[in-house]
């Protein structure tokens, strides 16, 4: 019996149970015996109850991709999709994240950290700036500075999601995902948004936003993307599926953006669409998931 693990608590909570109905659904069609469950914070006993052998994680956000839910079922011996607690935790943490991505060397922009009630340190990268929280997805609160007037608005929009924020030199340029599945980079994607940032409803509900896959890059661009991707998503930790963001910017220079290590599976979802590109239909996309 397999657990989907959908919902949740997090901001992304809306999009989590779209994409928990979609793997629903594909286990189903596959005939595979599984129940759907809406984690919340009261009902995590609930779960407990009922005999499973195996969880699809499709929480997205906190609860679901910062090591909670992650380390629950490790304590009950109950196997489970995607990454486990460490590795999640890390890749939840945008700081963490880029930290240990710049100690080996791979493509970043400059950033720094900022923290809620404590003084900010010099910036000293030039205008303009993207401000996020560190632990939030979906490009929720993100906010580009366009003039240093601007910060502590923007601040203020990302303190509301934690207690940290990253701020980050902000590269012109064109939005790249990678998918990696079971070890493997799938086609790159390019996202084109009628946004100039592509935020939360440019990723999930726009009919607006674009997306070219297999992407624009020539065969040594998109082989050396898919690399960089593999050893970003390696070096976290992180294990049988995710997705790698960037920026590459007019000279096709990438940078990373963020790590996904349960990434959203709707009908605009990314890692769907790359698979789709590699003749893997969504059902058979879900199976490799669960079995990866």
Not at 85 to 91: E, F, G, H, V
Not at 121 to 140: H, N, Q, Y
Not at 210 to 224: K, T
Request: aromatic share 8%; glycine share 6%.
């Amino acid at each position: 019996m397999i657990a989907v693990l959908m919902g949740g608590y997090s901001a992304e909570r809306e999009i989590s149970l779209l994409s928990g109905e979609a793997v629903y659904q594909a286990l189903c069609e596959s005939r595979i015996d599984c129940f759907s469950f809406d984690l919340n914070v009261q009902n995590l006993q609930e779960l407990w109850k009922i005999d499973f052998n195996k969880a699809f994680i499709v929480l997205h956000g906190r609860g679901g991709e910062d090591g909670f839910i992650q380390s629950e079922l490790t304590k009950k011996n109950i196997p489970f999709t995607g990454s486990d607690a460490k590795s999640s935790s890390l890749c939840m943490d945008k700081a963490l994240t880029k930290d240990l991505w710049k100690n080996n060397n791979l493509p970043l922009s400059d950033s720094i950290v900022a923290s809620k009630g404590k003084p900010l340190d010099t910036i000293s990268f030039p205008l303009p700036w993207a401000v996020k929280p560190t632990l939030e997805g979906s490009s929720i609160g993100i906010t580009k500075v366009a003039n240093e007037s601007e910060l502590d608005s923007a601040l203020k929009e990302a303190f509301q999601y934690g207690n940290q924020a990253l701020i980050e030199q902000w590269i012109d340029g064109d939005e790249y995902t990678v998918s990696i599945l079971n070890n493997h980079a799938l086609p790159s994607i390019k996202i084109t948004s009628d946004h100039e940032i592509y935020d939360y409803h440019s990723k999930y509900f726009s009919n607006k936003t674009e997306y070219l896959c297999p992407s624009d890059l020539n065969s040594e661009q998109e082989l050396n993307l898919q690399n960089i991707a593999l050893e970003a998503f390696n070096l976290t930790g992180a294990s049988g599926w995710g997705r790698v963001d960037f920026i590459l910017d007019k000279d096709r220079n990438p940078f990373l953006l963020e790590i996904n290590t349960v990434p959203g599976m709707t009908s605009h979802s990314l890692v769907p669409m790359a698979a789709k590109a590699s003749n893997i239909s969504f059902n058979e996309l879900v199976i490799k998931i669960l079995n990866g």
